[in-house]
C-alpha cells in the first residue's frame, strides 16, 4: 500500500507539541462547560449590535413565562446553514419592530449550545429555526408550546404576529395592553375619552378588510407620550374626520377638535410610519427615553473579532496542509453529537431509537477517541441497547453525564482544527461530521469488524434524518441518499467513494453560499495539488459531469490514507497522552531503547577488557617472583617475607 507522506511542517509542529509537558489530565468536563457558557454568549448568530434579545437557559423563564407582553422566540441552531442564512432576515425583523419591544421583544436561543437542552427539548423543537410567538401570562402545558410561525417571509410573520397581539387584545384584562379596537364614534371630542392628558393629539389610521396596517402602526408609536394612535375600519364613519380611503389614510385630531387628513404613499405600515413621524417632528414629539427591559440577564452578548492570534495560527496551519485530518475535529464531532444533538429529543422511540442504536455500535466499532473515549461509548452503546421500546433525551443525557464524570477525561481537545472557521459560525460541527463519517466509512473498508457494506452509510443516514440540527441539510441530504441510490451501495469500498461523490456534491450545491469560509472555499475534493492522480484530466476545471474526471481508483487510495489513523494530525491537542501513541512515537521510543543497548553493550566491553588487562599485569608481577634478587634483612622472618 502506497501512503502520503506527511509534510515536515507538521510533523515539526507535532513533535514540538508532544514535547511539551501537560500539566492537567484532559478537557475536564467543568471546562467543557465553560467553554460551552463562553460560546452561548459570544459564538452565536446575534449580539449586542443586533436588536435580538438573547436568551439562554438561564433567563428564559423569566422572559417567557407569565410576562406582561408577548415575545417572539426564534430556536436556532448556530452551525445549522439554514439559519445562518436567515439570521440577517431576523436582525432586520428586530429591525423593524423595535417599536414593538414594549408588547412583543424579538428574542432568539441557540440550541446548539448543551446548556440550553433542556429548553429547547421542553418545547419539543425538531426543526431549524423555529419561529415561536408566546402570549402575556404564558404558561407551558402539554401540547401548547407556543403558537409556531412557519413563515420566513419578514411580511407574512409581521402580520402574524398584529393578528395573534390582536387577538390577545380581545381576552387580556392587563390594563397596559395596547386598545387596538376600531373607532365607533364619529366625534372629535369622544375620541380623547379615557385617555391621559398628555395626549395632544389622536391619529386616526384606515385599515381595509383584511389588513392589519392599522394594529401595526398602533405599536409603532406605543413609546409616544403625547400621541395616542387608533385605527377605523368603517370607511363611512372614517369620512367624517376626512378619510376618504383612496387618498388620504391619515387623519390627525386634536383637543380642540382640529382635523387634519394625509395621503401615505403607500398602504404599508412603514409609509404610515414615516407620514405620522413627520407630522410628530413638525410638532416636535418625542418618543419617551429608553429604559432596560425588565428581566434581562445583566450580562449582554458582546460581539468578538472574527479572529484572534491563536485562531489565525490554526488557519494558517490548516491552509498549509489542505489535505490532512486532524483528531480534534474527529473529537469535537463526537462531543457534539453526544452531548448536544441526541439529548435534545424529547422521546426516542421506533425507528428513531434503532437510528440512534446504529450510529453508536459503529462509533464504538471505529472509534478514534483514547481509552477513556472508548469506554463511554461502549457503554453507553449498552445504556441505549437495554432500551428496546423508548429512550428520552433527558435519560441519555443524565447517563452520559455519570459515565463522563466516571471515565474523566475523556477529550483530548476542546476546539475544532481543521473546521475552525474564519469568521463566527462558519464551518465548525457540520464540517467535523462529515470528518468523523469519512473516517468511519474507511476504517470499516480496512478492519474486518462487520460484513455489512452498508453499516456506516445506514448509521449516518439515520443520524442526519433524527438528529442533525440543521433541518434543511437534512432533507437535503435524505433526497440526495435517495436519488444516489445509497441502499444499493455493494461494498465497504463503494462505500467509501459514495460518501464523497456525496460530500462533493453537497460543495458544488454550497458554493458561493452566504455559509461559505471566504478562506475555504466549497471546492471538488481533492483538490489536483493534493491529488494530481486523482484526475483523469487535472487540467480542466469544469463543473459539467464532475462524475467523469475521476480516477476513482486513486481517489479510493487516496482516501484511504487520509484517513488512515497514523495518519491523523494531533496538530492542537491539549492532552495526546490520552490517545495511543502513533507508530512514530513508537519508532522513537525503540531509537532510544537501542541507544541504550548500544552503550550498554560498549561498556560491559570496556569492562570486560579493563579485567583482561588487570590480570596479565598481575600475572606478571606475581608469576616470575623467582628471578628477582633477594634483598637482605636483619631479621631472618623479614627476609622470608
Partial sequence: MEFITVPAKHYSVFLLITLVVVTNAGVPRSSYEALLKQQSEELGLYNSTDKVRIL??????????????????????????????????????????????????????????????????????????????????????????????????????????????????????????????????????????????????????????????????????????????????????????????????IATISRQGSVVPYAPLHELSDSYKETIKSFLSSQ????????KPEGTTTKIQQGIPEHNSKQMEIIEEVKRNKHLVYQADLEMAIRNTLHNEIPKSSNINGEKLLALQRFLAVLERYNPLGAPGRSLVSQLAAFVSRHNQELSGAEFEEELKRLEKQL??????????????????????????????????????????????????QAMHGYIKYFFGCTECSEHFQAMATRRKIWSTPSKEEAILWLWAAHNEVNQRLAGDATEDPKFPKIQFPSVSSCPQCYKQPESHSTANLEDKWDKTHVLQFLKNIHNPEYVSRYGLDNEELLQPTLEKLRQKRMISNVFSDMDMRMGMLLYGFCIVMLVVAFKLFAFKGSYRKKPYGHDMLGKV
Fill in 56 to 249: 439562554t437557559h438561564v433567563n428564559f423563564k423569566n422572559e417567557v413565562l407569565d410576562r406582561n407582553h408577548s415575545i417572539l422566540v426564534e430556536f436556532y441552531n448556530s452551525y445549522c446553514g439554514h439559519c445562518r442564512k436567515f439570521a440577517p432576515a431576523y436582525k432586520k425583523l428586530a429591525e423593524n419592530l423595535y417599536d414593538w419591544r414594549d408588547v412583543l421583544p424579538i428574542s432568539a436561543i441557540d440550541c446548539a449550545v448543551d446548556d440550553n437542552n433542556g429548553i429547547c427539548r421542553e418545547y419539543e423543537i425538531m426543526a431549524y429555526p423555529t419561529l415561536r410567538y408566546f402570549g402575556p401570562a404564558y404558561q407551558p402545558v402539554a401540547d401548547n408550546y407556543g403558537k409556531p410561525i412557519t413563515s420566513q417571509d419578514l411580511g407574512v410573520i409581521t402580520n402574524n404576529l398584529a393578528q395573534f397581539i390582536a387577538a390577545e387584545n380581545k381576552t387580556s384584562n392587563m390594563s397596559s395592553w395596547p386598545d387596538l379596537q376600531a373607532v365607533q364614534t364619529a366625534s372629535a371630542s369622544s375620541l380623547f375619552d379615557g385617555l391621559d392628558s398628555l395626549k395632544k393629539y389622536v391619529v386616526l389610521v384606515y385599515e381595509p378588510e383584511n389588513s392589519t396596517v392599522g394594529i401595526e402602526t398602533i405599536l409603532h408609536f406605543l413609546r409616544y407620550p403625547n400621541i395616542a394612535v387608533k385605527k377605523i375600519t368603517d370607511l363611512e364613519l372614517a369620512g367624517k374626520y376626512q378619510i376618504d380611503g383612496t387618498r388620504y389614510k
Fill in 284 to 291: 416636535h414629539i418625542t418618543e419617551k427615553p429608553e429604559t
Fill in 408 to 457: 474523566a477525561p475523556i477529550y483530548t481537545s476542546k476546539q475544532f482544527v481543521g473546521c475552525a472557521g474564519s469568521q463566527t459560525g462558519l464551518r465548525g460541527f457540520s464540517c467535523s461530521l462529515w470528518q468523523l463519517f469519512h473516517f468511519m466509512s474507511v476504517q470499516a473498508a480496512n478492519m474486518d469488524k462487520s460484513q455489512d457494506p452498508l453499516e456506516v452509510l
